[in-house]
């Protein structure tokens, strides 16, 4: 009886403790989040009551993850519940609080219950009762009494793959997708042509993937640096998806509450398109242009003619396949960063410009722009293109996403215009951009685009009005794969920042903080994402140096920084590793020249979090 009475005591000692924890972890973050006394024990007795409508899609992702993350094999019905306790009921409701794909879940000593109006919110509060399952957790497993009330703030939470620059398999495709639809990442953005790749099989066209998915070796040269390839060398680098394969992904994606958005882009980025069938070009005839896939960095000679009818005609048919193929309601034709400058010797295009009383190239790209949209209306879809394409005279019906800053102010013109836009800030989502020192990260671009960046960034400008903000339709990240050669760098670039996305995506501004995020992550999804063998970064944990050589006194001004918050950073200047016993940094300090300073941020148990930063102070 004794050692009875001891096992309930440490049970309900340990979903105490566990519960205070367990409020700083969900992500993204809920509306509401509201611990109570006790909690569930989900074990091999325990029942699950889905809705029969929604039993197909949904009964075999729960199956395979509680086995997977529990062990437990789980009795799953689709009639009503019958009985008193130890269930888990999924229940589709009419309740106006509840909005599309959110839920409450409400967890109990007797049963747990996942209510929504629909299936993605059904989808969504299982991703939650996930998180709320301890790690480690065994076939006899305490989950705190909770209630949680949960709505997105934005119905578009999306992340781009480009699958172009290098190409991805289904099977890594299909793991992603598991992982975002976890953090109810809603929006898949398929990238599937550009300069270095054509990807999606277009049966009318076979040449595209015949040739344009394939490309010459160049990997061990730097992106920017490498020569275009010639008609004579094999092409062994590439890939493309069949229709067959592309309905695979979309077929697990709806089951995941996830939307395939593709990408077909447009005039411009379109030399895999134009060295597969060079009568797309602007010129007739002999021509000194290179109609080999590019191999990396710039592209010349990389838009499709806008003048010539033959090119809408072909451009029509691809968008008819594309169409038939993907049952989202949008199409993305690219539009973006468009080398004008063949257009404006092209006597096709002047003929087209000067017949329309088209004042400029600018206006040529407009009316590209319109040719599309018609083509793309006209396969009862809407068009999507970036922000370039709101030049000229726009795109009425269109969706904008809009990428640039600055000079350009797309996130302010689009809304304001009442196009329903979607922010994927370059500044803030372009997760290509490495996220710690440069020195210290894979080979990317020269830019650094830390996580608490992404975390603490609003995609709705101040500057717009309540009635202009209503046109937003969400956020989006985008990796561009430039940098990203294998599926292990691909998703150590993905993850955690495509979950700070998913937390500005679906949490309201007044629910989020950095510091309980990084304390999540810290504290459960690190582990979460490893144990599903996903490659994650913990750049995070990354010393930032900075110093300054004082010449006058011979003395090195050092500077150490750190994205997180609540822990110290110790360093050396011996070229010692530094521990909690080394100098803790106050503030900056000065040091020789030439010295090799390590600088590391440990926890209050004296744990390293991250790498050793090293720099020679020279």
């Known amino acids: 009886m004794r050692s009875i009475i001891l096992t309930i005591l440490f049970f309900v000692l340990t979903l105490n403790v566990w519960a205070q924890d367990q409020k700083n972890t969900f992500i993204p973050q809920p509306e509401s989040v509201v611990f109570q006394d006790g909690g569930f024990k989900l074990n091999a007795k325990t029942t699950v009551f889905i809705p029969k409508a929604y039993a197909k899609a949904l009964q075999p992702i729960l199956v395979e993850k509680l086995e997977q993350e529990v062990g437990l094999t789980l009795e799953v019905k689709t009639s009503r519940v019958n009985v008193n306790s130890n269930y888990v009921a999924f229940k589709k409701v009419k309740d106006a609080s509840i909005d599309a794909e959110g839920y409450v879940l409400e967890v109990t000593p007797t049963n747990i219950l996942i209510k929504a109006t629909d299936y993605a919110g059904l989808f969504n509060g299982f991703q939650t009762l996930r998180q709320a399952i301890p790690l480690g957790a065994s076939t006899e497993t305490a989950i705190p009494s909770m209630l949680v009330q949960d709505n997105p703030r934005f119905h578009w939470r999306g992340v781009l ?233 726009g795109a009425k019906g269109a969706t904008i996403m809009a990428w640039r800053r600055g000079k350009h102010t797309p996130e302010l013109q689009a809304p304001r215009e009442g196009y329903p836009t979607i922010m994927a800030s370059y500044l803030h989502s372009y997760i290509s951009r490495v996220q710690g020192p440069t020195f210290m990260e894979p080979e990317g671009p020269n830019s650094v685009l830390p996580l608490s960046e992404v975390y603490n960034h609003e995609p709705i400008p101040s500057e717009l009005t309540e009635e202009e903000a209503s046109s937003v339709l969400g956020n989006e990240t985008c990796l561009w794969a430039e940098f990203t050669p294998t599926a292990s760098h691909f998703e150590y670039m993905l993850y955690p920042r495509t979950l700070a996305s998913a937390e500005v995506s679906w949490s309201q501004p007044k629910v989020k903080s950095w510091e309980r995020f990084q304390y999540a992550l810290q504290n459960a999804h690190f582990e979460r994402l490893e144990r599903d063998n996903i490659n994650v970064a913990k750049s995070m944990f990354t010393v930032y140096p900075a110093f300054a050589i004082d010449q006058l006194h011979t003395e090195a001004i050092v500077y150490l920084e750190t994205e997180t918050v609540g822990f110290d950073i110790y360093y050396t200047v011996d070229g010692s590793e530094p521990t909690v016993n ?37």
């Not at 940094?585 to 004296?606: I, R, V």
């Open 161 to 393: 793959f480009d699958v172009s620059r290098h190409f991805q398999t289904v099977d890594f495709i299909k793991k992603q997708l598991d992982v975002l639809s976890a953090y109810k990442i809603n929006t898949f953005h398929w990238h599937l042509t550009d300069d270095q790749g054509w990807r999606i099989e277009i049966k009318k066209y076979p040449n595209l993937t015949k040739k344009g998915a394939w490309r010459a070796e160049r990997d061990s040269i730097h992106w920017w640096s490498r020569k275009p390839a010639t008609a004579e060398e094999p092409k062994p680098i590439g890939g493309f998806y069949t229709q067959e394969e592309i309905k695979e992904v979309i077929a697990y994606a709806k089951n995941r509450n996830i939307d395939v958005i593709p990408e077909i882009d447009v005039p411009g980025h379109s030399k895999a398109l134009v060295a597969s069938y060079p009568e797309l070009f602007c010129y007739d005839g002999e021509t000194d242009a290179n109609f080999e896939v590019a191999v990396g960095g710039k592209a010349p000679d990389n838009a499709v003619c806008a003048g010539k009818e033959t090119t809408y005609a072909f451009l029509e048919d691809v968008i008819e396949e594309v169409a038939d193929l993907f049952p989202s309601k949008y199409i993305h034709i690219g539009g973006d960063e468009c080398n004008k400058s063949n257009w404006k010797k092209c006597p096709h295009c002047q003929s087209v410009m000067e017949e329309h009383q088209l004042a400029d190239e600018e206006e040529l790209q407009s009316y590209f722009i319109q040719r599309m949209n018609k083509i793309v209306t006209a396969q009862k879809k809407t068009m999507i293109g970036w922000d370039e394409i709101l030049s000229g005279k």
């Open 582 to 618: 080394s100098n803790k940094y106050e503030s900056h300090f000065k040091t020789k020249p030439k010295n090799l300073l390590k600088a590391g941020l440990f926890n209050e148990a004296g744990e390293l979090l991250g790498e050793i930063t090293e720099i020679r102070l020279k």
